[in-house]
């Protein structure tokens, strides 16, 4: 698998972590600059996705009544990819999203990055079970800061990420500098939670159930708490697309799914005159 350089002078290099060998810890070398390293509220978040990272995917295939593959498999089916492309799953997690995009892309190469060690060594795992190993190279990045050269990827994906990321701009930037020209970013996540859905029942599962179940299943409601806080302040899909645009991007679309529960927006860095 080819690993991308560093171009960036002041950009630490990527925490490689081939899948089938132990990802490196979220600190120490593998953040070789503070620039890179998550500040309190990233510590708070990688610590927490480590916590539950066990949890983790049973958790979302059963508060989401197994909706979430169905989700992932709609993101991915906007992705454009060339043959044997690279695709950064940016807040990759357990890699439910880079082992769907590996289906529909069987040649495509996939860096996994995330800075909770735990959610990426359960992907890890996944991966190898699969015999996909080498086409995933796992890393710990914060999404902030990528370690990465510029217009590297074919494509980027973030799914149920970007609403953790404080600020979201810098990771919008971060992406946009990454893609090649005609590259296309597909980003999931829920829409915002302050929209009533389903006469407010949807918001009563968000405040009151959520956290509930996640306790009874990982002894762990503050997480689901900040599930569900990070949802009510999440910005709602046309304010989402503002931002990309802001960020550069081109043809932002996105597609409701699930009532606007959930939102797949679309975006294309502008390039050559043609599209990915
Ligand atoms: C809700 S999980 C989503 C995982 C996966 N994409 C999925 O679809 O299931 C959010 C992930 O974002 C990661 N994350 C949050 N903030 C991040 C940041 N600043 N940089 C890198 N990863 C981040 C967390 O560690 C966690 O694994």
Known sequence: MTTPRNSGEDRPAPAETPAGQDAPAPSGSTHASSASSPDGHGHRVAAMFGRIARWY???NHGLSLGQDIYWRHRLVR????????LLVDLAAGTMDVTLTALRQFPDARVLALDFAQPMLARGRDKV????????????LADGRVLPLPDACADAATIAFGIRNIVPREQAFAELFRVLKPGGRLCVLEFGSGRTRIWKGLYNLYLDRLLPMAGRLVSGDSDA???????????????????????AGFDRVLWHPLLSGIVYVHVAEKAGDGKSA
């Open 57 to 59: 995917d049973i958790l």
């Open 128 to 139: 190898a079970a699969r015999g996909l190993s080498d086409r995933v190279l796992p890393a």
């Open 224 to 246: 689901y708490r900040y599930l569900a806080d990070t949802i009510r302040n999440f910005p709602d899909a046309r304010e989402l697309g503002r931002e990309m645009r802001a």
């Open 78 to 85: 906007h992705l454009r990819l060339p043959r044997n492309g």
